[in-house]
């Protein structure tokens, strides 16, 4: 005779099933969603406590379902981190003294350009399909027929990046998107055909198109500086004012996708922030984004339940003065 019943048909289930035979639901779908709750808060902060956690996780599931197989991931890349030592430096370098330490940084830059150009890739893969290309073409015109084409040019390009920065981050994941769809005088956007298992992954999604908006927004700046083009000032200028809106915290908003990953503590630091940037620069936009912050805070109370994701706090927490120190520093020619 089965021992228990299934909460989601009312079966019966024998006590050693795993999953309902009639509706499949998980016999444990209860503690699996505490153990992953208690895995995930843990990685961040102590990798030797998730692994066990993981484990009891993974004992609980049938062997050929998506959730065992995300697991068994999650186990082994916690197992190679904890393999990984830090090699010895040799005592040539030892000597070198802040020689070695000029070497290094040298050699970082290499990597970093290795990196671009490897995102550079990337961002000529939407250029491919004609619906992004020709919707692109039809938000350029649009912006030509107000601004001229250098303008309209440059600021849709910066769009593309941003939006890029999403598809990159979806493809990090290994979650399947279309390529990034315009709409004249309002954006684009990005579809995804897979969801984020969590709101941590969620947040680097929609928090990776400010990054790479960032990005774009900082080399028209210097182009700018350099070129001493007004021009390219004013794009550098409405790329870091649409990246900044992005990251209100609401609704579908890249804010509002990163703010989900915050715990309470963690978006207080964020909306103080926003309010000191607005008080500092004076610009309009950091008080809706404060107002927004406000709202999630102390209204929604959407805050996430496990510590909160650290990367995303500091990825928000970067963005917001670097796109601050963009408005505030940079002058158009009257």
């Not at 028209?220 to 990246?243: D, E, M, Q, Y």
């Not at 709202?295 to 109370?301: D, E, L, T, Y």
Request: net charge positive; with cysteine; charged share 15%.
């Amino acid at each position: 005779m089965a021992e228990r019943f299934c909460a989601g048909c009312g079966q019966g289930v024998d006590a050693l099933a795993l999953n309902c035979p009639s509706c499949h639901r998980l016999t444990h779908a209860d503690r699996l969603e505490e153990l992953t709750r208690e895995a995930q808060a843990c990685e961040a902060n102590d990798q030797g406590k998730a692994l066990p956690l993981w484990r009891e996780a993974l004992a609980l599931l049938p062997g050929e379902s998506k959730q065992a197989a995300f697991i068994q991931g999650r186990i082994a890349e916690l197992q190679a981190r904890a393999s990984e030592k830090p090699p010895e430096k040799p005592a040539w370098i030892k000597g070198l003294g802040p020689f070695a330490a000029i070497g290094l940084a040298v050699w970082k830059f290499k990597a970093l350009l290795l990196i671009a150009l490897t995102k550079g890739k990337v961002l000529l893969l939407g250029l491919g399909k004609l619906n992004t290309l020709f919707s692109m073409l039809a938000s350029i015109a649009l912006y030509w027929s107000l601004y001229g084409w250098q303008f309209a040019a440059g600021f849709i390009g910066g769009i593309y990046v941003h939006e890029m920065g999403h598809v990159w981050a979806l493809r990090a994941l290994g979650l399947r998107a279309s390529a990034p769809m315009f709409i004249p005088g309002f954006g684009a956007f990005v579809s995804l055909y897979d969801s984020p298992a969590n709101v941590r992954d969620d947040a680097r999604i929609g928090l990776a198109g400010p990054l790479w908006g960032a990005a774009a927004g900082v080399v028209f700046w210097v182009i700018g500086l350099l070129t001493g083009s007004g021009l390219w000032l004013a794009v550098a200028r409405s790329t870091a004012l649409i990246n900044l809106f992005n990251l209100t915290p609401v609704w579908q908003l890249d804010g509002g996708r990163g703010f989900r990953a915050l715990a309470f503590p963690q978006r207080l630091a964020v909306g103080g922030l926003m309010l000191v940037l607005w008080m500092v620069t004076g610009e309009g936009l950091f008080f809706i984004l404060t107002l927004g912050a406000a709202f999630r805070i102390f209204w929604q109370k959407d805050h996430a339940e496990y510590p909160g994701d650290q990367a995303t706090l500091v990825q928000f927490g970067g963005l917001l003065p670097l796109f601050g120190a963009m408005l505030g520093l940079i002058a158009l020619p009257r």
